[in-house]
């Protein structure tokens, strides 16, 4: 089945532990990005990537990193959570840049206490 | 700035009845207007996207219209169903060197009442 898979799917963490949160596509994507989504602001995009080894900021990339070392994944890295990156976090993919369909998956929920 | 927002955010409807869900925009140089559905619990869903050099698109029971002398765009469901209770967003998709970047708006809740 073609799908975006999110690992954890719920997570709570205390302040200043790393984490990952790792995103994985089967459908050859070129494009992925993660989104973070909050009450009353939607969906923002943290990160994104257009191809493998090429990957740049959205427009809330403050206390994250990614990369993008195989096509197929995209992990989210945390060095250092604080409780404002508690959030419900999206992993996406679409088959090209610019495409207008992405791709989601089921969402992480991060509770950072 | 660039932003895409919401008239309601939420919008109550019975089943069967019409509903139309809508959208303005700033940013005039966006190329695309897309629309997704989001599930509770789910990630969003691609459901129909409008070219900015048209004025309306139709799929199956959905209809996007865009206006873009008052940047407004909006979604109607026909014949709304049980299924169709979602959170609903608007993205606008940028021109040129930005076409890769989507910006979504805040979303509108819709109920759908049995």
């Known amino acids: 089945e073609a799908q975006v898979t999110q690992n954890p799917r719920y997570l709570i963490t205390v302040t200043g532990k790393k984490l990952t949160v790792t995103c994985s596509q089967n459908m050859n994507h070129e494009y992925m990005s993660w989104y973070r989504q909050d009450p009353g602001l939607g969906l923002r995009q943290i990160y994104y990537?257009?191809?493998?080894?090429?990957?740049d900021k959205g427009d809330v990339p403050e206390g994250y990193k990614v990369s993008r070392k195989e096509k197929r994944n995209f992990p989210l890295i945390l060095e250092s959570p604080s409780p404002n990156q508690t959030s419900l976090y999206f992993c996406?993919?679409?088959?090209?840049?610019?495409?207008?369909?992405?791709?989601f998956g089921p969402g992480t929920r991060l509770t950072v206490l | 700035g660039e932003s895409v927002g919401l008239h309601l955010p939420t919008l109550s409807v019975q089943e069967g009845d019409n509903s139309i869900i809508n959208c303005a925009y700033s940013n005039s140089a966006s190329d695309y207007f897309i629309w997704y559905k989001q599930e509770s619990g789910k990630g969003p869903q691609f459901i129909i996207d409008i070219r900015s050099n048209m004025d309306k698109r139709q799929g199956q029971r959905v209809t996007v219209l865009l206006n873009k002398t008052v940047k407004h765009l909006s979604l109607q469901i026909a014949a709304t169903q049980p299924g169709d209770s979602a959170v609903y967003f608007c993205a606008e998709k940028g021109s040129g060197g930005s076409n890769y970047k989507l910006t979504f708006g805040k979303g509108t809740l819709l109920t759908v009442n049995p």
């Open positions: 990537s257009m191809n493998v080894e090429v990957t």
């Open positions: 996406a993919s679409s088959l090209q840049v610019g495409s207008n369909e992405q791709f």
